[in-house]
């Protein structure tokens, strides 16, 4: 197994069968070191790649508004239990100034589907943004839109979607996912990446009835769709969900994806997400120990982030801006790394364009 892992590490690839039998290993992780060497190899590539450099994000949650009913998230459309806001434009823009004045030059705009939010008042937002941040990239994390708004997003100046396929797995994704299809998803994603933007992908770690199998197409996934984010987190159950009495997934699980997934797209951005914190007061240091690089920083309005509940338990401070940065540059030295408040583009990016 050992020989197994140093030739994915050399090589960044790796056949199916060969990757089941790696993860069906990795799960007795106190043998052999397997584990560790794992962790070691992902920070090696991690190292040669970004350095010591972790970048800072800027999150903000506009709207907890969804028309999806993913069976996994708290957001769904059938969970009345919600109390739902929405930001107005102007109120985005606001915390991405507020965002910018600490030195933020990343913003991650995300939301659950909310059509509310139209082409035209996206758009609005974008440029907004741009105007007051001339020098700041802009995320969105919004869900499926056309091909069309997809479009004039880019064009206004978003320069990343993310999108994370949740599931390689036709099957597994449609039945956590009523009334969506796995082709489309995929189809957006090829789209985003068409119109140029720095695409993100991922998917979430200890679904319920999902395997090695599952899991090895996902990390598959990644490296045949070579994405310039991922996005990796443990499921976490949320009781008024249908799948609010089943287990949620492993802290250990999902660094070991973490890794691989560092392993297989060497250049991507990858970051210690919440969920992790969720699961381990360590997650995130983890996560950054094991090929992650990337910290989000939560700029919404204090008084809505405990209503942008994806899962039950989720961290949230009530914290102001400055001290959430300081709490973020803290983790980072601790983990061992240097804080870069810089946009942090993918290294494909040349001169403001996707090669
Ligand atoms: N547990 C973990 N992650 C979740 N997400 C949504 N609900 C949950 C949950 N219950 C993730 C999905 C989505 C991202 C924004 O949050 O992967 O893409
Ligand atoms: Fe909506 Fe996203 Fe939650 Fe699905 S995961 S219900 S699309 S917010």
């Known amino acids: 197994m ?10 960044g690839t790796i056949e199916k069968e060969p990757l089941v039998d790696l993860l069906d290993a990795l799960d007795h992780y106190d043998e052999q070191g397997l584990y560790s060497r794992l962790q070691s190899c992902a920070d090696a590539v991690r190292r040669k ?23 996994y998230c708290g957001l769904r459309k059938g969970n009345q239990r919600v109390q739902r806001y929405r930001l107005s434009q102007e109120e985005v823009i606001e915390c991405c100034r507020t965002g ?20 035209d008042k996206m758009v609005e937002i974008i440029g907004g943004i741009r105007k007051i941040c001339p020098d700041a990239a802009i995320t969105l994390s919004i869900g499926e839109r056309s091909m069309a708004e997809y479009r004039k997003f880019f064009e206004a100046g978003a320069d990343r979607y993310l999108l994370r396929h949740e599931t390689a797995s036709r099957d597994l994704y449609e039945k956590l996912h009523p009334f969506m299809s796995y082709e489309a998803r995929c189809e957006h994603l090829n789209m985003l990446k068409r119109i140029g933007f720095q695409t993100g992908a991922g998917f979430m770690v200890g679904l319920p009835d999902q395997t090695n199998h599952h899991l090895a197409d996902d990390l598959l996934f990644l490296k045949k769709l070579n994405p310039e984010m991922i996005g990796i987190g443990p499921f976490l159950p949320h009781s008024d969900t249908p799948l609010g009495n089943r287990r949620r997934g492993t802290i250990e699980k999902t660094i070991m994806m973490v890794a691989l997934a560092r392993l297989l797209v060497p250049d991507a951005l990858i970051p210690a997400t919440t969920a992790m914190e969720t699961l381990d007061p360590k997650g995130k240091e983890k996560a950054l120990r094991s090929g992650a690089n990337v910290l989000m920083t939560n700029l919404s309005p204090e008084e809505v982030r405990p209503k942008y509940a994806l899962y039950e338990n989720k961290l949230y401070t009530d914290e102001a801006p400055e001290c959430c940065k300081q709490y973020t540059e803290d983790q980072i030295r601790n983990a061992g790394y240097k804080i870069d408040m810089g946009r942090g583009d993918s290294l494909k990016m040349v001169n403001g364009m996707m090669e």
């Open 49 to 71: 790649h970004y350095g010591q450099s972790v970048f800072v994000r800027g999150l903000i949650e506009f709207s907890n508004r969804c028309v999806q009913n993913c069976l």
């Open 2 to 11: 050992i020989k197994m892992l140093d030739d994915l590490y050399e090589k």
């Open 100 to 119: 910018y004045s600490l030195g933020y030059r990343t913003f991650v705009l995300q939301s659950g589907e909310d059509p509310w939010y139209t082409q």
